[in-house]
């Protein structure tokens, strides 16, 4: 039997009570005897900008928690932490992805941590299980947002006004199960889920997804989640 992948995380938030309440959540479900398909591994802790960038530049995690409102650098948080780090790569060798956990729903903190590079933004309202699923995610390079952030998402990615009209038309190169397939990887399926979902083969699904970034000339998973969120297809 294959022994599940790890994922290495740190948790910054300037609230020591709440890292040690995610720490307890999360390693109940991801630790050595936890039910989750892969494993968390927790390998540092932070509540400020500055021993965040420390702990993240000595410890290469693959994915970081962070909260956008900490003390310390330049007073713009999260935003500071992300831009300190622009360049650390995981252990893995892939860049350090970066997840917003935050309390706040604010237009200008989700936009904030976006444009400085953030890969997801959640609120402290989601479900132990919904946050790992979101770790997960993050970690294979998928956005994770919260859905109610969309529009937020949208201002993030600076999508016009003539974008959001040519909707139509660029639909219009999508076949009805390419755009069934583009929504559901947007929305960060693995190619296994989506096969599940539409009743196909992955096969088949790989060869929708390259038609789907060929048509729309796009280049990644990433950048197509940023093309749907910027016209509200999801």
Same mark, same amino acid.
Not at 20 to 28: D, I
Not at 115 to 122: C, E, F
């Given at each position: 039997?294959?022994?599940?992948?790890?994922?290495?995380?740190?948790?910054?938030?300037?609230?020591?009570?709440?890292?040690?309440g995610?720490?307890?959540?999360?390693?109940?479900?991801?630790?050595?005897?936890g039910?989750?398909?892969?494993?968390?591994?927790?390998?540092?802790?932070a509540?400020?900008?500055?021993?965040?960038?420390?702990?993240?530049?000595?410890?290469?995690?693959?994915?970081?928690?962070?909260?956008?409102?900490?003390?310390?650098?330049?007073?713009?948080?999260?935003?500071?932490?992300i831009? *300190?780090?622009?360049? $650390?790569?995981?252990?893995?060798?892939?860049?350090?992805?970066? %997840? =917003?956990?935050? #309390?706040? /729903? @604010?237009?200008?903190?989700?936009?904030?941590?976006?444009?400085?590079?953030?890969?997801?933004?959640?609120?402290?309202t989601?479900?132990?299980?919904?946050?790992?699923? *979101?770790?997960?995610? $993050?970690?294979?390079?998928?956005?994770?947002?919260?859905?109610? %952030? =969309?529009?937020? #998402?949208? /201002? @993030?990615?600076?999508?016009?006004?003539?974008?959001?009209?040519?909707i139509?038309?660029?639909?219009?190169?999508?076949?009805?199960?390419?755009?069934?397939?583009?929504?559901?990887?947007?929305?960060?399926?693995?190619?296994?889920?989506?096969?599940?979902?539409?009743?196909?083969?992955?096969?088949?699904?790989?060869?929708?997804?390259?038609?789907?970034?060929?048509?729309?000339?796009?280049?990644?998973?990433?950048?197509?989640?940023?093309?749907?969120?910027?016209?509200?297809?999801?």
């Amino acid at each position: 039997m294959t022994d599940p992948r790890s994922i290495r995380i740190v948790i910054v938030d300037d609230h020591h009570m709440f890292r040690t309440g995610v720490r307890s959540e999360l390693t109940s479900l991801a630790g050595p005897s936890g039910p989750a398909t892969f494993r968390l591994e927790i390998v540092g802790e932070a509540g400020a900008v500055e021993s965040a960038t420390q702990v993240i530049t000595e410890q290469q995690p693959d994915v970081v928690l962070l909260d956008v409102h900490l003390p310390g650098g330049n007073g713009r948080g999260g935003a500071d932490v992300i831009r *300190a780090c622009a360049g $650390v790569d995981s252990q893995a060798g892939s860049p350090v992805r970066f %997840l =917003a956990l935050s #309390v706040s /729903d @604010a237009a200008e903190d989700v936009i904030a941590v976006i444009r400085a590079g953030a890969r997801g933004y959640v609120t402290k309202t989601i479900s132990a299980e919904e946050l790992l699923t *979101a770790i997960g995610r $993050v970690a294979d390079g998928d956005a994770v947002f919260s859905p109610r %952030l =969309a529009g937020f #998402v949208l /201002d @993030a990615f600076g999508a016009a006004a003539g974008e959001v009209a040519e909707i139509d038309e660029e639909l219009d190169r999508l076949s009805a199960r390419e755009r069934e397939v583009m929504r559901l990887i947007a929305r960060g399926y693995q190619y296994k889920e989506v096969a599940k979902e539409l009743f196909i083969s992955v096969k088949t699904v790989e060869t929708h997804v390259s038609s789907v970034l060929r048509k729309l000339q796009l280049s990644s998973r990433h950048e197509l989640t940023a093309w749907a969120l910027g016209r509200r297809l999801l």
